[in-house]
């Protein structure tokens, strides 16, 4: 490999590895913050014991997810000055301000908050202290808004000029660039994806529990019953956001193919264009040599998915290629992404995405409690649920242990699409990292040695990988552990004020690291 | 005023405000095995700093966020030329983060251990290096007409630069062991004073030297003065300490620091990185800076939002404001 093309190359692996690692914990950071507010919630207003050992089962996990989070977020912080320095010195003016807004309006209320809400279960009066996990959520969301923002404006940049003097990206517009309708949608995509991701992380934990408790292996009914409630809130939210997560994603798509048509028609192999377009299903053979050898189709949809008809033209990658050949200069190959990456990125966060959705549809009928369900078939709140298919039906037996699996086995399938979202949103780009503006090569750090690149690249890589061992095996202890249904909430609601010293000055704290 | 003036002013700020807070979290991460002589009061220390320390670092974020918004070309140019130094901080904070959290998560004696070791070398480590990195910072190193580091790693590590380092190093241990005075009761919080006293003369000697030659290098009027106030209340922070006047020894220890980060900055001005192999290809918050027109949004969100930071945090540290000693730390309540 030629250097400029290993310096290229390395920044882009460690852009890849670190991105698509802190992005494994903010979707569940996002939604665990809500769902614990919201069992919280629901504690503080009804006193139900099971929402307390819900909402400190659940919080136990979202600590460990956002203790990871936090961190690997501090690596995206400086990674633009380190491995793309020309990258910030061009955009700096732009995209440097969400990023300055997300830390000063965004970290600062999640840290601090967190701190508070981890520490603060017998200092703070339990309103207070509700309040402080919501400030965490909203933090979490208003940190997923400003980085969006920033990503948006790579894929489409608005709001600026190029500065004639520096040949620099000049911002004009703020409101633009935090309004413009990619950025808008690209958060309804990603913060409905985060919700699917927490939920179905809920609904894979709780129906092990409660599949264990089916099978009489879990005879702590509290727990059951804290599980039961989880589980239907994890299945309500997985459909409501699966449902947002499609809808979104369907109007990114034609926002996409409007901005940048390119890399839609890369998510489709569809090399030329066509009008009715088909919808590829999947394809067999090289997508990336030009034609497809077996493939199957359904005819129309792309054009729908593109235009809401059934018949428009989609334009395909060597007419979109040759047009911005026409344009920017160069040869039409210059402006191909990786097509089979693209290609598979695009289905594999479909189809990862959509049958978590599924699984949850199916989950949240057949797990009902008393709609359309004949009285000796509903089970009491502290008992798991049987499987209903109609009023009067049980699910056999094969049924049901391949339903409480398929909850447990899908537990990670919106991480993956996620994943496969990211990597395919950002390949889709390449050439550009500034659509349109900047190509990536041209972004790298001209005075990083491709030997420090390829020091930075391994150490993040190896430390990440390291840490995750670490962080799935401790979830998994806990996860498993289930709530601990012994623990009480504080026996009475501090004040503001605190404790009065003299009275438990030694008591020992409730929660001490 | 021009906003770029404005804006160098609250970079100065943010890096003043990281290192006064995470300064003596540093310093108790440090004390984790210099001070305390159990477990027990490991986790005396480490609970000191439990609620906060995570709001103290989003200090160093937003420092890194505000200068990549109003200075592009310094962000680019600092991060990148010093590489390898900020990897080692990054990997730092991330193993440190990770260990506060994750150290009382398993009751075994060897993973609680590991981790403790962890809390001290990575606060050990970045408390050097930023020392490292602010006295290249201010000394001016390598940068090309490109505005490129063209230096070596073993240029940054010259004498001046590590003498930085180990002065922000013994000083933030010294804030640390003051603010462990402050924050715990009973033996601990007597031998936290004691060790402040050796610690607070080591950070005389040091910092004596280091702003002295800082000021003979780069110095001027203004930063001559903030290095006399600098050490006038390092020595009030001695005294106070002495006299176990816990809060005044912490607000002089404070003012320590933001005196000695002011006159770095001072020195540094008009400059926000000088070359040393052309004077006028050095960064200055002329030639470095974002377009009025950013600067002008990022300072309304500034006065906005930095107040509201200022007051919940503040709030923060009055809700845990007792004193932690060993009797208040529970049995492990862990499964």
Not at chain 1, 301 to 310: E, K, N, Q
Not at chain 1, 458 to 463: D, I
Not at chain 2, 33 to 43: G, I
Request: hydrophobic share 50%; proline share 4%.
């Amino acid at each position: 490999m030629d250097l400029a093309v290993a310096h290229e190359t390395i920044s882009r692996w460690q852009f890849g590895i670190t991105t698509v690692y802190h992005f494994l914990f903010v979707p569940l950071t996002i939604s665990l913050a809500s769902i614990v507010a919201g069992l919280q919630t629901a504690w503080v207003r009804t006193g139900k014991e099971k929402y307390f050992h819900a909402t400190k089962f659940w919080g136990k996990l979202f600590l460990i997810n956002i203790a990871m989070g936090v961190v690997t977020g501090i690596v995206q912080e400086f990674q633009f000055g380190m491995n793309w320095s020309d990258y910030s010195r061009f955009v700096g003016d732009v995209f440097g301000a969400p990023l300055a807004m997300e830390a000063l309006i965004a970290f600062f209320f999640e840290s601090t908050f967190i701190g508070l809400w981890i520490f603060g279960w017998d200092r703070l009066p339990k309103k207070v202290h509700l309040a402080c996990i919501w400030l965490v959520a909203i933090g979490t969301a208003l940190s997923a808004y400003f980085i969006l923002a920033a990503n948006s404006w790579m894929q489409h940049p608005v709001g600026y000029r190029i500065d004639p003097a520096t040949g620099k990206a000049q911002l004009t517009d703020i409101v633009r660039v935090l309004t413009q309708n990619t950025t808008v949608v690209q958060v309804f995509h990603t913060l409905t994806a985060a919700f699917l991701t927490g939920a179905a992380f809920v609904v894979g934990i709780a129906s092990y529990h409660l599949w264990r408790a089916k099978r009489g292996k879990e005879t702590d009914r509290k727990r059951t019953a804290a599980m039961r409630t989880s589980l239907r809130v994890g299945l309500a939210i997985a459909v409501v956001a699966g449902l947002g997560v499609a809808i979104s994603g369907d109007t990114l798509g034609k926002v996409m193919f409007e901005q940048q048509p390119m890399k839609m028609a890369a998510a489709e192999a569809l090399w030329d264009t066509q009008a009715p377009a088909p919808f590829s299903v999947f394809a067999i053979g090289d997508v990336s040599k030009g034609h497809n050898s077996v493939e199957l189709e359904i005819p129309g949809i792309l054009s729908f998915l593109a235009h809401s008809d059934f018949s428009s033209a989609v334009p395909g990658i060597n007419d979109t290629a040759a047009a911005e050949a026409a344009k920017y200069g160069g040869q039409p190959n210059d402006y191909i992404p990786n097509i089979f990456v693209t290609y598979w990125g695009f289905r594999l966060m479909i189809g990862f995405g959509m049958t978590s959705f599924a699984a949850a549809l199916i989950g949240l009928w057949t797990t009902r409690r008393k709609f359309w369900l004949a009285p000796e078939h509903r089970t009491g709140e502290d008992e798991p649920p049987k499987l209903m298919l109609t009023r009067n039906r049980e699910m056999n037996v094969f049924f049901t242990r391949w339903s409480w699996r398929i909850g447990i086995l899908t537990m990670g399938f919106p991480l993956v699409a996620n994943s496969f979202g990211w990597i395919f949103t950002e390949m889709g780009r390449q050439p550009w990292v500034v659509f349109g503006l900047m190509r990536t090569r041209d972004a790298v750090s001209p005075n990083v040695t491709v030997g420090t690149q390829l020091v930075g690249l391994t150490t993040l890589t190896v430390l990440y990988a390291v840490l995750a061992v670490i962080e799935v095996r401790l979830l998994a202890k806990y996860a498993a552990a289930g709530p601990d249904t012994g623990e009480q909430p504080p026996a009475k609601d501090p004040t503001l004020r605190g404790p009065s010293d003299d009275e438990d000055a030694d008591r020992p704290l409730a929660f001490a690291y | 005023m021009h906003l770029h003036d404005l804006w160098f002013i609250l970079i100065a700020v943010l890096w003043t405000g990281y290192f006064f807070l995470e300064g003596f979290d540093f310093g108790v991460g440090i004390l984790t095995r210099t001070l305390a002589r159990n477990t027990a009061e490991r986790r005396v220390l480490i609970n000191t700093i439990g609620p906060v320390w995570d709001g103290n670092e989003v200090w160093l974020l937003t420092a890194g966020g505000a200068t990549f918004a109003a200075f592009p070309d310094w962000y680019a140019t600092l991060f990148s030329g010093f590489f390898v130094p900020l990897l080692l901080i990054l990997v730092c904070l991330i193993v440190r983060g990770v260990s506060f959290e994750y150290r009382h998560q398993r009751s075994g004696e060897r993973w609680q251990r590991n981790w403790e070791l962890a809390i001290f070398w990575t606060s050990l480590l970045p408390a050097f290096l930023w020392g490292v990195a602010f006295g290249n910072i201010v000394h001016g190193v390598d940068i090309d007409a490109d505005k490129n580091y063209v230096g070596t790693l073993g240029d940054l590590l010259n004498p001046y630069a590590l003498l930085g380092g180990l002065t922000t190093l013994v000083l933030f241990t010294f804030h640390g062991a003051v603010f462990t005075s402050l924050k715990t009761s009973g033996e601990i919080r007597l031998r936290a004073r004691a060790q402040a006293t050796g610690l607070g003369l080591a950070t005389a000697v040091l910092a004596l030297v280091f702003l002295v030659w800082t000021q003979a290098h780069s110095g001027n009027g203004w930063s001559l003065a903030a290095l006399v106030v600098a050490v006038l209340a390092l020595l009030g922070a001695l005294g106070a300490n002495r006299l176990a006047r816990e809060g005044w020894a912490f607000a002089l220890s404070g003012l320590t620091i933001v005196a000695a980060v002011a006159m770095l900055f001072l020195s540094l001005f008009p400059d926000v990185m000088p070359s040393t192999l052309n004077p006028d290809w050095s960064l200055t918050v002329d030639n470095a800076s974002s377009s009025g027109y950013t600067l002008k949004v990022m300072t309304v969100v500034a006065v906005v939002f930095t107040p509201l930071v200022l007051l919940y945090q503040g709030w923060t540290y009055w809700v845990f404001r007792r004193r932690i000693g060993v009797q208040h730390i529970p049995a492990a309540a862990h499964h």
